[in-house]
């Protein structure tokens, strides 16, 4: 029962920004949307959340849409380092501790 | 940075044996976490663990699966009988707070022959 639609994959080259969409249209008041990825072999690797504001890292931005329903992460000059599969999840923190997977967007990264 | 830290990285065991994997959570984190991963499909959540006891299951953790944290620093998962079915990636996680980001191991590769 997916929360999130994002595509299945998608390129970018090497030194461009990387723009990722997520759609999230059931997405209720209290929950936030979530990024994290996972390069092959290794574990999840929490990027970046947010509730309705935008938000910046050292590692990416979070661009929410005024209504919520759907999100776009942003990585500022994607490196080869970038290639990996990237999920896009909706959790509200106060109710559920856990997260849940769904199957993500895989990311080449084009030399 | 710190880290969870998972061990062993590759198990190989017989079909039917019991293995424990084992994981060391990030220091100040008090909620713990196994998913796994069958090779080619979707990361899989299995249990959340706080205060000394489960807080919740999937379906897929049954009675062949328990998660134990021995002392202050360890979080265990054990399988009791392994089945084929069993081979996957398994990663511990750990929150400071059930409202904080999630933080992963890079995995326990179970292979059962």
């Known amino acids: 029962d997916a929360k999130t639609t994002q595509p299945t994959s998608m390129d970018c080259a090497e030194g461009r920004a990387a723009n990722l969409p997520c759609n999230h249209s059931t997405i209720s008041g209290n929950e936030y949307v979530y990024w994290y990825r996972q390069i092959h072999s290794q574990g999840p690797q929490y990027i970046i959340h947010g509730l309705k504001n935008n938000e910046t890292n050292e590692m990416a931005s979070l661009i929410i849409t005024e209504d919520r329903k759907s999100s776009t992460l942003i990585l500022p000059h994607a490196t080869l380092r970038d290639t990996a599969v990237y999920y896009c999840i909706v959790r509200d923190p106060n109710r559920d501790d856990k997260i849940i997977f769904g199957k993500g967007t895989r990311l080449h990264i084009l030399p | 940075e710190p880290e969870v830290t998972q061990t062993p990285s590759h198990q190989v065991t017989q079909m039917g044996q019991e293995v424990i994997l084992r994981c060391v959570p990030i220091s100040n984190h008090l909620y713990f976490y196994w998913y796994r991963q069958i090779l080619g499909q979707k990361v899989e959540f299995l249990v959340s663990?706080?205060?000394?006891?489960?807080?919740?299951k999937s379906e897929i953790f049954d009675d062949q699966f328990s998660v134990e944290r021995p002392d202050g620093s360890n979080f265990t998962l054990k399988i009791r009988s392994t089945k084929l079915e069993d081979s996957a990636m398994y990663f511990c996680?750990?929150?400071?707070?059930?409202?904080?980001?999630?933080?992963f191991g890079n995995g326990t590769r179970l292979t059962v022959t």
């Open positions: 663990f706080y205060n000394n006891e489960i807080s919740e």
């Open positions: 996680a750990s929150s400071v707070e059930g409202n904080s980001p999630l933080h």
